[in-house]
């Protein structure tokens, strides 16, 4: 069990840059993965092959411009994150520690 975490960094200086931006993040969204900053994006996956099927995914709707990097963490190198929190920060609607979905904890 692990996470598949997507950074990325795309353009976003016009209006359809803006839309084709937009749109990539709610396809990440759209396959189950939650927004940790605002260009960093993870998903928990049960097996490797559940791992390769997001990869193939995320390179089928990923835009023509900008960066994108897709990392593989398992559980316990997760675990052992910090996030750190300024006192001024707005979360907004995001979590800023997710936890594994607890159907996903099933096949632990």
């Known amino acids: 069990m692990g996470w598949i975490m997507a950074m990325f960094d795309l353009p976003v200086k016009t209006d359809e840059q803006r839309r084709v931006a937009t749109h990539f993040r709610k396809e ?14 993870a998903r928990p996956c049960v097996t490797c092959e559940q791992m390769d099927s997001h990869i193939a995914k995320v390179k089928a709707f990923a835009p023509k411009g900008g960066n994108i990097r897709l990392m593989f963490l398992t559980d316990q190198q997760w675990g052992k994150s910090a996030t750190i929190i300024g006192p001024n920060y707005d979360q907004g609607s995001r979590e800023i520690d997710p936890a594994i979905p607890e159907q996903v904890e099933f096949w632990e």
């Open 28 to 41: 990440l969204l759209d396959n189950g993965y939650l927004m940790l900053q605002f260009s960093v994006y």
